[in-house]
């Protein structure tokens, strides 16, 4: 059961975390910038050492750092936290980190930098127990190409994964759609637009023919979405186009659909004579579906009541999290458990202050319930 002075204890360590939360938010970490991601590692790995105890592993996965601090018990929990924003170098100079009127701004705030912050102070309230592993990604804004392998690893061995993403007006994310992610290219034969057009296959004439086709494999009653995105075509505007490529993107609810789209794509030929199609791509994240998080999200309500707190709505949201991968592994998996407030990857993302001890004690009381009770 939760310990209502849990609570009392992190609510006096708000202005703790909110100084860490500005080293955080000033330390940029753009996913692609390495240089800056591993700054950002060797300070958060100083960081964790001196708020738990214990320097963290810098683990190398394709010239990326990540870190973890490894629970030596057989079955941990898994919380799960990234480093890494969508925010570029020198954003902080135009909008550095700033509090007022109980809201916290900045470059990556929301996601997740705040979330980051609450679950350090949520495992501190721990006392070093050693069956819970943390791991802190870098690259889970683009993908997780290389954190994805560390995180399924550390997935398999634990009894449960806590996800610290963001929630807009603290509600958990119990659902997740999957992501598939595509890239048509078309092959055609240039000529000269003016001269002989004829002579030329028009790769441009063939995508603009599969974009009304891709459209139709949605499925609205089933919340399945197929979204051409970017496309390209040509190079002078008086040549016959003799390549054009497209982005496609794919959301489902679950892997069955996902499974339908991939078919059906991996189906569709050229309209235009002449014209070759590729394909590249495929599934990117898996779905989060809400049988992974039934039992956490009753524990996490019960675990609010026991700390005064309302209780967490549940959520279904379209966007990805490193989430989608634990939990089609079949682990339980919650999701949202990071910072209150809203605007992710949007000018003037923020958090709202009061409501970062209440997220830590919660991490800190789920972790509990679950050592105690789900082995």
């Known amino acids: 059961m939760a310990d209502a002075a849990l609570l009392a204890r992190l609510r006096h360590r708000q202005d703790a975390m909110l100084a860490l939360l500005q080293e955080l938010v000033m330390t940029e970490t753009p996913s692609e910038d390495l ?24 683990i190398d996965v394709q010239g990326r750092p990540h870190l973890r601090l490894r629970g030596t018990a057989q ?18 100079r135009r909008w550095p980190f700033a ?20 679950g350090l102070h949520a495992v501190s309230e721990l006392g070093g127990r050693p069956d819970v592993t943390l791991l802190i990604t870098t690259d889970e804004e683009i993908g997780s190409p290389g954190g994805r392998a560390l995180l399924e690893a550390e997935a398999r061995r634990s009894r449960a994964v806590l996800v610290l993403e963001p929630s807009a007006d603290g509600a958990l994310k119990t659902e997740r759609k999957g992501i598939s992610l595509y890239r048509l290219h078309v092959e055609g034969r240039a000529a000269h637009a003016g001269l002989e057009p004829e002579r030329g296959v028009n790769a441009l004439v063939e995508l603009a023919h599969q974009v009304p086709g891709l459209v139709q494999l949605a499925d609205a009653r089933l919340g399945t979405t197929v979204t051409p995105t970017t496309a390209t075509a040509g190079t002078t505007i008086n040549t016959v186009p003799a390549t054009a490529e497209m982005s496609i993107d794919v959301r ?8 339908r789209v991939h078919a059906a794509l991996g189906r569709i030929g050229p309209v235009v004579d002449g014209a070759a199609l590729r ?15 039934a039992a956490l999200m009753a524990l996490a309500a019960r675990c609010a009541r026991d700390l005064g707190l309302p209780e967490p709505a549940a959520a279904s949201v379209g966007g990805g999290s490193d989430g989608n991968f634990t939990a089609a592994l079949g682990v339980p998996t ?28 919660l991490v800190a009381a789920l972790i509990t319930d679950l050592l105690e009770h789900c082995p």
């Not at 800056?36 to 214990?54: C, K, M, P, Q, Y």
């Not at 009127?101 to 979330?115: C, S, V």
């Not at 489902?252 to 499974?259: H, L, P």
């Open 35 to 58: 240089d800056r991601i591993r700054a950002g590692v060797r300070h958060l790995s100083t960081v964790v050492s001196e708020l738990l105890g214990e320097r963290p592993e810098v």
């Open 75 to 92: 079955r941990p929990v898994l919380v799960v936290c990234h480093l890494d924003t969508v925010w570029p170098a020198g954003t902080t």
């Open 99 to 118: 509090v007022a009127d109980g809201r916290a701004t900045g470059p990556g705030i929301f996601d997740m930098k705040a979330g980051l912050v609450q």
């Open 252 to 259: 489902a609810w679950t892997v069955a659909e996902q499974d």
């Open 279 to 293: 394909l590249a791509g495929g599934v990117n994240r898996p779905p989060l579906e809400a049988g992974a998080s």
């Open 334 to 361: 919650l999701d949202g458990l990071g910072a209150v407030g809203d605007h992710a990857h949007a000018e003037g993302e923020y958090v709202l202050t009061a409501t970062m001890p209440e997220r830590a004690a």
